[in-house]
């Protein structure tokens, strides 16, 4: 997933459990009820849409009013960038068994990396956005030069096809591939082999020097919204370049899934066997099943899927978010599938008084982690910050135990023995002070 994240250790792809809003008809009152809580809580700003068998059952909008937003959608990118891959694979223009080296023969292991390899992640090749350096040219434009150097550059992180590993670099690389073979650039293919046959109004490679007055600012919670950076498109390329709004990318997910773009047969190698095929993953809520992707880039989240079963897509785009856009979904296809066990979320903080939170204050280290977190007070709000990342805002939640929500990431401290018990995706560290 493309992202300049908040915190380095920010999680990565997201997965629905297996275990307001204007709405057409006004048919899921308690959709109202969501936006309700979390416009009052500042949780979330962004727009969704659940569309049913072509039509629009469900959108709006969390912390607007109601408007023509567009966002950038990051990492869903790349299900376009593999359907374009597919189309060319289909018009003979190239074959998924092709190796790299003919277009890249300086990467490590090129004539060793399929065109599949990248699009399923299999290929060893190195994600650039994981780099230390990563944040220092984000936001300047890069040359194909540029990029194809950086990339040569690095070391491949496993032997091609023995592993998986999420990375960016793969799908840079496939839409270089799909620029050369087709002599036309990006937004072209996308307009012609997707945008016209799905009827696309909406959906368009950003442009830095160009911003489409609709497309909104991305943000950060830091005890108030503060302005994202704005990464150059020039970057993410078919890896993230993308923007969109939530119904195309429901017309899109439905279209790919009902051959409107790409035949079913190549519709069932990006599903593939497992939990990520070729630019599409599995997406499990309780007995169904949904294909699509997730993204992320600059603070903006996104999500668009279908569900084959039942005809039915959803996308989520938001550009700022203390909420988890994972809860978010489940909530929204809770209350679509009327789950009679689903319950609205609730916003319960223990309010601090400053002389309570500066016990907490000071520079926590960990032999079994790779950075320092640092816990310090902004005025009234409690804050940490990981080495070299922003910092983020700490919610009381009891005693000597708080969590940055938007992350997954709770800390309790136990400030007697200095010591803080840091948790984030299942993972457990104890910090010393």
């Known amino acids: 997933m493309l992202r300049y994240c908040i915190v380095v250790f920010f999680s990565g792809l997201l997965l629905l459990p297996t275990n307001s809003v204007a709405q057409a008809d006004n048919q899921f009152p308690l959709l ?13 700003k962004g727009s ?24 950038r959608i990051g990492s869903i990118s790349k299900t376009f960038t593999a359907a374009l891959i597919l189309k060319a694979v289909e018009e003979g223009k190239i074959k998924l068994s092709d190796p790299i080296d003919k277009w890249f023969p300086k990467i490590p292991n090129a004539k060793s990396i399929s065109i599949e390899m990248l699009l399923n992640h299999r290929s060893g090749i190195h994600n650039f956005t994981n780099d230390a350096s990563y944040p220092q040219i984000m936001e300047t434009e890069q040359s194909r030069t540029d990029m194809l150097g950086r990339f040569a550059s690095m070391e ?6 023995s592993d998986f590993n999420y990375s960016n670099t793969n799908y840079v690389l496939a839409s270089y591939i799909l620029e050369t073979i087709y002599g036309q650039s990006m937004q072209a293919l996308l307009e012609k082999h997707i945008s016209k046959p799905a009827k696309l109004k909406n959906t368009y490679f950003f442009l830095e020097d160009k911003k489409d007055e609709r497309e909104v600012d991305s943000y950060y919670w830091s005890g108030s919204w503060n ?27 439905r279209s790919l899934h009902q051959g409107d773009i790409i035949k079913s047969s190549s519709i069932g190698k990006m599903k593939g066997d497992s939990d990520y095929g070729l630019g599409l993953m599995q ?37 700022g978010a203390q909420y988890p856009m994972n809860d978010l979904l489940v909530d929204l296809l809770s209350i679509y599938f009327e789950r009679e066990d689903y319950q609205l979320p609730e916003f319960k903080q223990v309010d601090l008084a400053v002389e309570e939170l500066e016990q907490y204050i000071g520079t926590y280290r960990s032999a079994n982690f790779p ?19 922003g910092s983020f805002p700490l919610s009381a939640l009891g005693e000597h135990k708080f969590e940055f929500k938007a992350a997954g990431i709770s800390m309790l401290f136990e400030p007697e023995n200095n010591v803080m018990l840091f948790e984030q995706g299942g993972m457990k560290v104890k910090f010393e002070r």
Request: with cysteine; glycine share 10%.
């Open 227 to 253: 302005k994202m950076p704005r990464t150059h498109p020039s970057i993410p390329m078919g890896a993230g370049a993308i923007a969109s709004k939530p119904e195309d990318l429901c017309r899109f997910m």
């Open 283 to 319: 997406f499990p809520f309780y007995s169904k099943v949904a294909y699509g992707h997730n993204g992320g880039i600059d603070g903006f989240q996104s999500h668009a899927s279908y569900f084959p079963e039942e005809d039915l897509a959803i996308a989520l785009c938001l550009n």
């Open 32 to 44: 109202d009820s969501l936006k309700s809580i979390l416009d009052q809580n500042q949780q979330v």
């Open 371 to 389: 950075m320092d977190i640092e816990v310090f007070l902004e005025g009234t709000q409690l804050k940490a910050k990981a080495t070299g990342q």
């Open 48 to 71: 969704y849409c659940i569309y049913k068998s072509g039509k629009v059952v469900a959108e709006g909008s969390f912390g607007y009013e109601s408007g023509d937003y567009t966002y």
């Open 156 to 161: 491949a992180d496993f032997k091609p096809g």
